[in-house]
């Protein structure tokens, strides 16, 4: 069984850091395309930040781009997403979600695997 775990979300005060963490099991994800996605209360879930899984090309939201770092340990089959310079609008739940084959449509769809999420709060 397919599972992805996040961790490492919780309260942080503006500009302030975080660093989430998404743990795979059940397969190797090493070649596949992974991403973070965010949901934020009364909106609907928006793509974050990619990763190809050969190549390991990236691709970010306008919103984060120099803010947030993407980024992978094959060894671990882990999954991490470096927050910093965090804004009260970063609020939201934040999910890992990984691919099943090598391509994908484009960066924000054509996920199979989903995490369960985890809270991120930025305070004013």
């Known amino acids: 069984q397919v599972q992805l775990v996040e961790s490492g979300g919780g309260l942080v005060q503006a500009g302030g850091s975080l660093r989430l963490s998404c743990a795979a099991s059940?397969?190797?994800?090493?070649?596949?395309?992974m991403g973070w996605f965010r949901q934020a209360p009364g909106k609907e879930r928006e793509f974050v930040a990619g990763?190809?899984?050969?190549?390991?090309?990236?691709n970010y939201v306008d919103a984060v781009k120099g803010r947030f770092t993407i980024s992978r340990d094959n060894a671990k089959n882990t999954l991490y997403l470096q927050m910093n310079s965090l804004k009260p609008e970063d609020t939201a739940v934040y999910y890992c979600?990984?691919?099943?084959?090598?391509?994908?449509?484009?960066?924000?769809?054509?996920?199979?695997?989903w995490g369960q999420g985890t809270q991120v709060t930025v305070s004013s």
């Open positions: 990763i190809r899984g050969i190549g390991g090309s990236r």
């Open positions: 059940g397969r190797t994800f090493s070649n596949y395309p």
């Open positions: 979600a990984a691919a099943d084959s090598y391509t994908i449509p484009s960066w924000n769809t054509g996920y199979k695997y």
